[in-house]
């Protein structure tokens, strides 16, 4: 049977999960195009000074059925499992997560406690009377947790990771907070009601020669059927007739090539693919794609003189005084990865074009971060023994208040492409972990073998993707 042509733009962890699922149906001839010089991008993992590191902290885990079992099954013996450890620091304090009343009490002090209490009795007040739906994260979270908490966690927490509260979208708040409100938040602090599979990892697992061996396991699976990837490879034109791309042109290692193409899947930024489908020839199209926002990523990676430094697999830092929104020490995860008598603690946090982190010099946010540490208590500055920054941009989706109508816009006029699919976290503009990147793959590879059309698998994808939860 001839197998019908399949090009995926993009080799990170979103384009590699359908050319896994696709590949081993048989079906399909499967090429991905990458134009990094390796695979895997964001979940890859890279080698720096003795040390295999990872592009911040990652997990492997997910509440979608049939996803980790998958992943298992990929993967098998590389995989080390943790009983899940990680903490908040507040006013000082390093709180165990799921929270606990006593330790918070404790934190906070009784007064501050009590006007948690407070403002969420006057939260729930309002929510008898206010049945308008919430306007922003800010008022979402405000109303549900009372304006206590929000001001506590969740605000400087937000100004952190995407800039201001107040002009994210609700479905942010809605992805990203497992609690329903603060009602099910006060049963979760006295133990009378549980955490679950759905809004906790109790256990995760981890490859133990660090997260890129995920996307090496795809690789391998891939080639294992018949696929191929190409690196250092850029696509410079989409070749279409009657409403589909035929044809993709690419430049590899500095010579064309040209791929025959019935499907063609794609994970990278949605900006880039549409100059690539429409040029600037659709000037609205062309205004909504470029409005959609995105948060810069910086990781410092802190080498220490040190066998090992933290307790916890990552540690969340709201408290404004600290640049890092959350730090992670990968040996913890693995103590494969790096020497035995020296360690890294990674300082993740994001930014915007143009601010002043993303103007800092890398010796600058690597001193900043070393403060932090060492106030925190977790290291000794004499224990330093070097840094590495890097920074990715356009990492973290930004749902500000108008994505939800300028990502239907510019889905719907892609979707004019017949044969054209997206997947991952940025292309498909939906904030997600990598569990939901393979469901994804998943997803897609299960529509085509069934022979639905792309525009209606597209569609049913993102209602999909709508219900994705972050779970930590």
């Known amino acids: 049977m001839t197998r019908e042509p399949i090009v995926i733009l993009g080799a990170g962890v979103g384009g590699l999960a359908a050319g896994w699922f696709l590949a081993r149906t048989g079906r399909f001839d499967v090429t991905l195009i990458e134009s990094a010089p390796v695979i895997g991008g964001h979940c890859g993992s890279f080698l720096h000074d003795g040390f295999t590191l990872d592009h911040g902290p990652h997990k492997m885990y997910s509440a979608i059925p049939g996803v980790l079992e998958e992943l298992r099954g990929l993967m098998g013996a590389r995989l080390l499992t943790h009983r899940k450890r990680n903490r908040v620091r507040l006013n000082g304090y390093l709180l165990e997560y799921p929270l606990r009343i006593t330790n918070l009490a404790r934190a906070l002090g009784p007064r501050h406690f009590l006007r948690l209490g407070t403002s969420y009795g006057a939260a729930l007040a309002r929510g008898l009377v206010t049945r308008r739906e919430p306007a922003s994260y800010a008022e979402y979270l405000a109303r549900r947790f009372g304006r206590g908490v929000y001001e506590l966690v969740f605000e400087p927490l937000a100004w952190k990771v995407w800039g201001d509260p107040a002009g994210l979208h609700p479905e942010m708040a809605r992805t990203r907070i497992p609690s329903s409100g603060a009602a099910e938040l006060i049963l979760k602090l006295l133990r009378l009601k549980r955490e679950s599979s759905e809004t906790d990892a109790e256990f995760f697992h981890y490859p133990r020669g660090g997260f890129g061996d995920l996307p090496r396991a795809m690789a391998d699976e891939i080639a294992r059927h018949g696929g191929r990837i190409l690196v250092n490879a850029r696509t410079r034109q989409l070749e279409c007739a009657d409403g589909a791309v035929r044809s993709v042109r690419l430049e590899v290692n500095g010579g064309p090539l040209t791929l025959p193409c019935r499907y063609l899947i794609s994970s990278i930024p949605l900006p880039v693919l549409g100059k690539l489908a429409y040029g600037e020839g659709d000037p609205e199209f062309t205004r909504a794609v470029a409005g959609l926002r995105f948060r810069h990523l910086v990781l410092v990676y802190v080498f220490l003189r040190v066998a090992r430094v933290l307790e916890d697999h990552w540690i969340f830092f709201p408290e404004r005084e600290f640049i890092f929104g ?147």
């Open 326 to 472: 959350r730090i992670f020490e990968q040996k913890l995860m693995s103590p494969e990865i790096g020497p035995p008598d020296r360690t890294v603690i990674c300082c993740d946090f994001t930014c915007s074009e143009g601010d002043d982190i993303w103007r800092a010099s890398d010796d600058d946010l690597a001193a900043r971060c070393v403060a932090g540490l060492v106030k925190c208590g977790f290291i000794r500055q004499e224990d330093v023994q070097g840094h590495l920054v890097k920074r990715s941009r356009n990492f973290y989706p930004v749902y500000d208040l108008d994505y939800v109508s300028k990502i239907r816009l510019v889905s719907r006029s892609l979707q004019r492409v017949g044969n054209l699919l997206t997947t991952g976290r940025i292309g498909m503009y939906n904030y997600n972990n990598s569990d939901h990147c393979v469901d994804m793959g998943r997803f897609i590879a299960e529509g085509l073998v069934r022979g639905e059309a792309p525009p209606r698998i597209w569609e049913r994808l993102e209602r999909r993707a709508a219900t994705y939860k972050i779970v930590d």
